[in-house]
């Protein structure tokens, strides 16, 4: 009779063990499917981030994403000071907006700062500070290269203070233009180098100032890597005046 007894608990137990068992098989599918499930949503939400991410950066960073193969030539950097006699209101604007591809502070029909002597600017818009009004355009107009100057790329520095001197810059001005084409020109063995004229400034991008300047100072580089020393007319440069309210603004363009 235990015998019996023995074998029914036995029994009981095995079938409650299997019953667990099945109960355990059937809810594992179940984990295994809710965290492949967890898995595949984090993964679409990182994927859809980056997505988004590299959506913003393009369109915040689309000063850059003109480097391209197109054979578009673009004014690169052209950056704005102002140096008024006093404290002074002025609204800059551009004469062929539709030929911006970037702008700082966001250019909106004009920009309107106001500029202290020492060249600092206050934007009137957003109350920030700042030291120059900053674009960049496209489809500037290229040169056949009759004359300029050819450099040697590991003598670009020098080339520049000489005649950046001589084309009407101040040592800061000069120097924020020196360290921002001087890695492009030192990575040629040569460069074919050219200054856009004032006319031909003006005729690419004119500048309006509600208050006229005394003394206006445009400089354009325009240059092109070569392989080897070629002859051209050398450029005969003249200094501006530099009196009164004075405004300067350079850039530099890639000839292809």
Do not use: H
Not at 105 to 119: C, F, K, L, M
Not at 155 to 182: M, P, T
Not at 208 to 216: Q, T
């Amino acid at each position: 009779m235990e015998e019996d007894n023995k074998k029914e608990e036995t029994i009981e137990k095995n079938e409650v063990k299997n019953e667990n068992e099945v109960k355990k098989e059937k809810n594992e599918p179940i984990k295994i499917s809710l965290k492949l499930a967890v898995i595949l949503t984090i993964l679409i939400l990182i994927i859809s981030w980056l997505i988004i991410f590299a959506f913003i950066k393009a369109k915040q960073g689309n000063c850059e994403i003109k480097y391209n193969n197109s054979g578009m030539i673009y004014d690169y950097k052209p950056i704005i000071y102002l140096y008024p006699l006093e404290k002074t209101d002025i609204t800059v604007k551009l004469g062929n907006p539709e030929k911006l591809i970037c702008s700082y502070p966001r250019y909106e029909d004009s920009w309107n700062v106001t500029a202290n002597p020492d060249g600092t600017l206050v934007d009137n818009k957003t109350g920030r500070n700042l030291y120059s009004l900053y674009w960049e355009g496209k489809d500037v107009i290229g040169t056949d290269m009759k004359e300029g100057f050819v450099v040697k790329g590991e003598d670009s520095a020098k080339f520049l203070e000489e005649k950046l001197e001589i084309l009407g810059l101040n040592y800061k001005e000069a120097e924020e233009f020196i360290v921002y084409w001087l890695p492009k020109l030192e990575a040629n063995k040569y460069n074919y180098i050219r200054f856009a004229s004032m006319e031909e400034i003006e005729a690419y991008m004119p500048l309006e100032f509600s208050v006229k300047p005394d003394s206006l100072i445009r400089i354009l580089m325009q240059f092109k890597g070569v392989d080897e020393k070629i002859e051209v007319k050398e450029q005969k440069l003249e200094t501006p005046k530099r009196e009164g309210f004075v405004a300067v603004e350079w850039g530099g363009t890639e000839l292809k």
